[in-house]
């Protein structure tokens, strides 16, 4: 059994009894919201309270109903639950991006992670963990647009040493 299975099917073990205990324990969310409610609640809290994002108002304009389809399920259904808190939302999700080597999104996700409160160094861990389970090669391009995010957001740019 090769090694990436063998870590693949440890964590999708990990993720499956963690959702089932979750789900057992916690409300997936709001049920007094309805779905375009959820959708506007998040939405705004990615943007900091200052409504939609404009790189979603173009997706409105150029996609319209790719746009509603991200609104109601992806924003609405997915990232309305509230099962995990926003900062660890974000983490999860640039860990997916860094993965896919998707750096408009991973950019963009990064910049929610820092509104919600995750450090820099928060950031730069989900990019060595990237190393293992993407590959460097993702993980470099990856540290790249971190770096340009920090230097946009005049973040001192940082080397991360290991304690240990």
């Known amino acids: 059994m090769n090694r990436k299975f063998l870590v693949l099917s440890i964590a999708g073990t990990i993720f499956i009894s963690s959702a089932i205990q979750a789900r057992e324990t916690v409300s997936p969310f709001s049920e007094r919201m309805t779905r375009q409610e959820r959708s506007e609640k998040v939405m705004n809290s990615f943007s900091g309270g200052k409504g939609l994002p404009p790189h979603f108002e173009q997706l409105q304009n150029d996609f319209p109903e790719l746009a509603d389809m991200t609104l109601k399920y992806a924003v609405g259904d997915i990232w309305g639950r509230e099962v995990l808190n926003n900062e660890t939302r974000q983490l999860i999700s640039l860990a997916g991006f860094a993965a ?3 750096m408009p999104q991973f950019k963009v996700h990064a910049q929610y ?3 919600y409160g995750a450090t820099p160094e928060e950031l730069m861990e989900v990019i060595y963990i990237t190393t293992v389970t993407s590959g460097y ?15 946009e957001n005049n973040i001192k740019f940082r080397r991360c040493i290991n304690a240990g």
């Open 113 to 115: 992670a820092l509104n």
């Open 137 to 151: 090669p993702r993980a470099l391009i990856a540290a790249g647009t971190l770096k340009e995010l920090f230097q």
């Open 100 to 102: 896919q080597g998707t």
